[in-house]
């Protein structure tokens, strides 16, 4: 299963940094015979806030072309420098969603994806579509009526973006939406998930594909710190491991331990090519993935393939003491129709305890629809968090609010608040 010889190489290039020497408190022989005897689990993991505290030590500029930012961190912002042999990389991964989707040269894309705030994957979208021949017309979902126009006046055959923002921007514009023969015919899902644990779409894609008359959408998965990790084919198999480039790794977050078949984990990944700016040797993601799988897949592919992404570690909401992840929360709530808006909320109590709760706005029988939504969470999870009906101007501003302070292509739906009474006014 190891890329040996490809492991050695990073590993060798990834000591000259002091960091990783620091880090992985073991000799470069010791790290290297960790691999011939299958014990690459046992070089520590590396993450975002080891980049943040060390980078100087850890991150080299070299002949970068452009800077990536993650988010997530105190201190130190993880601005990273992209490299230009690296960033070409970067592009052929995005690409092959493109040849996925049969884009041939000539062809049109509508793009929703950010191009500022050094966010990754809209300029490599940008690129790689100029790579694949197809023009773009880059567009910023707060602009609905520019994307009016450039779907009127343009026919993109192909969107790329969010599937809540495009689900946003569908529902926002309401009656002056175009109909679905006007609208493109394939989609580019980046920067949110669209298919869970089972390959089943989730119920916002499910919405996104009828309400954009789409007849098929792929999902992609990557990082800033990593590039493309992974992409859907047409058979909708889980994610095909972009295995040229990175070596990935579901690993148990509470041992370390990498899980078993077909058990969900934290997604650890190892970069395969050089030079970078930042080597990635197993980092973790955060994201938990449903599973990995190395048998072929329907399309012919042998890489191995990753499951969808069902939570992240440090979503992992504590309900009555068990964990729960907030998107099998809202894969049931965003089934039902009448729900305006919707949002998990956190915050501590007088005793200094973290609670959760699980707001809804709905637009018809508030009573009748949490009590269903009760019911479909009692079928799918042991326990779920209390649920509250707030009207859907608290929650959408709430969201804005959050939004204005990214990037914004991802819509927050898990929101920490540091006075909880300022909106359900007990004050």
Known sequence: MYPTSRLNTVLEQ?????????????????ALSLLTSRQYHAIPIIRKKDISENWDTLIEYGDFTDAVSSSGTTGRPVDLPVHRLQEQIWVDCVSRVFSELSAVPGDKLLQLLSNNDMFTLGPLVWQ????????????????????????KYHQPKYVAGNPNIMLNIAEELGDDFPAPELLPDYAYFGAGVSFDGNNEPTPVAKKVMQLWGLKDALNEYGCSELGSVGHECRYHNGFH???????????????????????????????????????A???????ISAWIDYEPCECGRRTPRMGGIIGRVDHQLKVLGQTVFPDLIFNVVDTMDNID?????????????????????PTEHPEKTIKLIQKSLEQRLAVYPKIRQIEATIIKNLQKEKMAESNGVKLPRLIKLSNIDTYIGLA
């Not at 940094?17 to 880090?23: D, N």
């Not at 579509?129 to 609905?144: M, N």
């Open 14 to 30: 990834a000591w000259k940094r002091k960091h990783y020497q620091q880090h992985w408190l073991m000799s470069l022989n010791e």
């Open 128 to 151: 790689a579509a100029k790579k694949s021949g197809i023009g773009t017309f880059r567009c910023s979902p707060q602009r609905t009526k520019r994307i009016l126009e450039v779907i």
């Open 241 to 279: 491991i972009n295995d040229d480039a990175v070596f990935v790794e579901l690993i148990d977050p509470s041992t370390g331990l990498p899980v078993e078949k077909g058990e969900p984990g934290e997604v650890v990944v190892t970069s395969l090519t050089l030079p970078r700016g930042f080597i």
């Open 281 to 287: 040797v197993r980092y973790g993601t955060g994201d």
């Open 341 to 361: 808006a919707s949002l998990i909320v956190t915050y501590s109590d007088d005793n200094d305890a973290e609670q959760v709760e699980l707001w809804v706005s």
